[in-house]
């Protein structure tokens, strides 16, 4: 991962200027609006905004890496990464097991938005995709999570795939308001003595216009062994992931369940009009 090309064309979709704060510089729609019309073609659980940043980390890698996503519904994200970068390789894993989601309707995306891409899917387990880490001998330079948000699957995720991370990598977290989500990223950091904090990107709740429900972006610096969740950690699994972050939901479910319903009408209808079309 070339980190100092991705921090540039940051800089240049959400430039800087005096007395302006990181929270009001990125609470804007980038400038090139060149993903502007994604989320309306596409329906997903994403913003223009992330769909630029992971664009603009795909366009970072160096020659040889590979971006893999974990969770792509529609492929609303996975069109983002990828259109205008057709040197990339891209793996995403999706076990479909949302209502609203389904092989054909993720097939049909790719095939719409993104012919002739080096674009694979592997429809199962996501412990099953990193052992199997088709990728491979090729490093992971960018990894763009938006799996099971909850506090073990995004631990476990995360040091389950260090090892096959590139020396300069980047990890792109979604959902980043949630607590667990918050909880798991701050005990990964302990543990991963090369992840840090590049840029916060919260938000005011779920499916918010800019950053939909937060995002994270850590660089991980190599080497990167294989770690494993130490016991006594097993307490802050069964505290974080008995639904507590149901009260979070809750708190901010006036600004969020609105665009809910919308969102998921839409993802409803991309998936019977997908296996209509088959």
Known sequence: ????????AVDAEWPRSPGLSQ???????PNSRRMAALPSQIPGLSTENVLVLLNL????????????EIGSLHGLTLVGTAL???QVSLYACDDFSRPDSSPVSLARTVVQFLPGADVNVFA?????????APWHPRAV????????HTYRHQLQTLLSIAPHLAERALLVIDDANDWPTRAALKDAGRLLPGMRPLLSLHTFGDHDPYWWNGVRVY?????HPA???????????????????????????????PRKITTLARSYYRRFEASEKR
């Open 219 to 223: 660089q991980m610096a190599g080497p």
């Open 23 to 29: 929270r009001a510089r990125f609470r804007r729609k």
């Open 1 to 8: 991962m070339r980190l100092h090309s991705f921090l540039e």
């Open 227 to 257: 770690v494993h969740a130490p016991p006594s950690m097993l307490g802050r699994r069964l505290f974080w992931d008995s639904g507590i972050g149901l009260i979070q939901r809750a708190i901010t479910l006036p600004y969020w369940f």
């Open 57 to 68: 980390a795909a366009a970072a890698l160096e020659a040889g890496e590979v971006a893999i």
């Open 124 to 132: 199962g387990d996501l412990k099953e995709f990193i052992s199997v």
């Open 141 to 148: 330079g960018l990894v763009f999570y938006d799996g099971p």
């Open 84 to 86: 205008g970068n057709p």
